[in-house]
């Protein structure tokens, strides 16, 4: 009964940080100390607000990223760039939208559209910019791509959205540099997702064999193997992995220990410890999606 109530008030704590940082009825913001609305979070995190009951949330999320869509079908980052990743996790929100039955087709066959326009013909995704990922981020996140092009397939019942999404999964499926570990937990963890939601179970348990020996006993694990300090949306994002995999285990220590971290305000710091150097002192928005993402796969709806 102890955790129960422990997790229930840890989990709307994380959806009242949510609804305070909204920007004026637009997304959610990118973190506290840039406190501009963010398409990509806001994007796959309509899919969150729908599983936690936060119908009205999703909806009006949803209706400022269809009032923001370029012209050319893609979304902008907050540099007003469209990048191919934003793009693809907008997208997940407007699948989770349509699936629904909201009237989503046409902004979602628009950026289905600009999204093929963006695969080489080796499946890699190309992308206009780069600049805001400075020297964190490389292409291997736009394996996190594939599914919501797929997905946008399947709903629209068109082909050819699928076998694009299919291109890009067996381009970066075959990369080997795609199951190291040796970026930053964040990134590492969005190929481990995407491994799971597109069936390729087999190489994201190698992916996660090398994070499950740096995990510790109390739950956390480094922002990069060789370092003490912990980003909290890479353990977030290793908790989902972990359900997905089925090791309930490693997937409920690295809960908890998110829990031990949460700051009063329900939201999470970018990382935590000594040289933390990810947004270590702004709270971040996409920390709290994939923490309350892995509390609802540990069972909290239930309770909620």
């Not at 989503?104 to 289905?112: F, K, N, Q, T, V």
């Not at 971290?261 to 150097?277: D, E, R, T």
């Amino acid at each position: 009964m102890l955790f129960l109530r422990k997790s229930r008030s840890t989990t709307d704590a994380a959806l009242s940080w949510f609804r305070a940082h909204r920007a004026a009825e637009q997304g959610v913001i990118v973190h506290t100390r840039r406190p501009v609305p963010y398409a990509e979070v806001t994007g796959y995190f309509v899919p969150t607000l729908y599983d936690w009951g936060e119908l009205a949330a999703a909806r009006s999320c949803l209706r400022w990223l269809v009032s923001i869509q370029l012209a050319e079908g893609g979304f902008p980052a907050p540099d007003g760039v469209p990048y191919s990743f934003d793009t693809a996790q907008v997208m997940r929100g407007l699948n989770a939208g349509l699936e629904r039955g909201e009237a989503l087709g046409e902004p979602l066959r628009r950026a289905a559209d600009w999204m093929l326009g963006q695969i080489a013909a080796d499946g890699r995704l190309a992308t206009p910019s780069t600049e805001l990922w400075g020297d964190i981020a490389n292409d291997l996140i736009h394996v996190y791509a594939a599914r919501p092009l797929i997905r946008a397939g399947e709903l629209l019942g068109e082909a050819r959205y699928v076998e694009g999404g299919r291109k890009i999964q067996a381009y970066y499926s075959a990369q080997p540099a795609l199951l190291r570990f040796d970026r930053l937990s964040h990134f590492h963890a969005y190929a481990m997702e995407a491994l799971c939601e597109l069936g390729e179970v087999h190489l994201a348990r190698v992916g996660m064999a090398e994070v499950e020996r740096v995990q510790r006993r109390d739950g956390s694990v480094p922002a990069y193997p060789d370092v003490s300090w912990v980003c909290s949306t890479g353990v977030a994002q290793y908790a989902v992995v972990w359900y997905r995999l089925g090791n309930r285990d490693r997937a409920d220590r690295a809960l908890q220990y998110l829990e031990t971290i949460q700051n009063p305000s329900g939201g999470f710091f970018g990382s935590y410890g000594k040289g933390a150097k990810y947004i270590s002192g702004g709270e971040i928005s996409w920390a709290v999606k994939y923490y309350l993402d892995a509390a609802a796969l540990r069972g909290d709806r239930a309770h909620a």
